[in-house]
């Protein structure tokens, strides 16, 4: 995992354009975030915990989750919430002026849990995910990250890498 971080620092961008994105649109977007994760957090206890009543009764036109893997969907449910109170963290240290290390740590955890869940039902492991997704980001920033690579990408050949 040491490499994958390595490797992951050297097709991130580190820019960091506060003047593009306001402090307002910021706080507005996780509080939403983070309302929605809470929202999902509750259907999660309800569908996977039993815990509580059905909301609302009625179908959705062609969407139906009945039949699918009940662990994938669980994962998704997981990794969706443990993600809202990660954007939670982020309203917290807006406020606070520092992010509370401890929380972000568990919370990570929590999404490696998730992911773990996953991992199994795809039959992969991080080892493996983390290979494929460097390589992807290798070929799609050959040397480092610029901003013209990230926004014109060969998808082509980064479907062929994920794949194989």
């Known amino acids: 995992m ?3 971080l390595a490797e992951s620092e050297r097709t991130a961008s580190n820019n960091y354009f506060t003047d593009k994105v306001t402090d307002v649109e910021v706080k507005e977007t996780f509080e939403k975030f983070s309302t929605i994760g ?19 009764d009625g179908d959705v036109d062609g969407f ?25 963290a982020l309203l917290k240290a ?20 998730y992911l773990a869940m996953l991992f199994r039902e795809l039959d992969t492991d ?10 992807k980001l ?5 040397e480092k990250f610029t901003k013209e690579k990230a926004y014109v990408r060969d ?4 479907r062929k890498i994920l794949e194989d």
């Open 155 to 158: 998808l082509i050949t980064e």
């Open 138 to 142: 290798k070929a799609r920033f050959p």
């Open 38 to 56: 809470e929202t999902l957090d509750n259907q999660k206890r309800r569908l996977f915990y039993g815990k509580g009543n059905r909301l609302v």
């Open 94 to 113: 807006g406020e606070l002026g520092g992010f509370d290390e401890v929380n972000l740590k568990e919370e990570a955890g929590d999404l490696l849990w």
């Open 64 to 88: 139906s989750i009945e039949g699918l893997n009940g662990n994938i969907v669980h994962a998704i449910f997981g990794l969706c919430t443990e993600a809202g109170e990660i954007s939670e």
């Open 126 to 135: 991080f080892t493996e995910v983390a290979t494929t997704n460097i390589n």
């Open 2 to 4: 040491k490499k994958y």
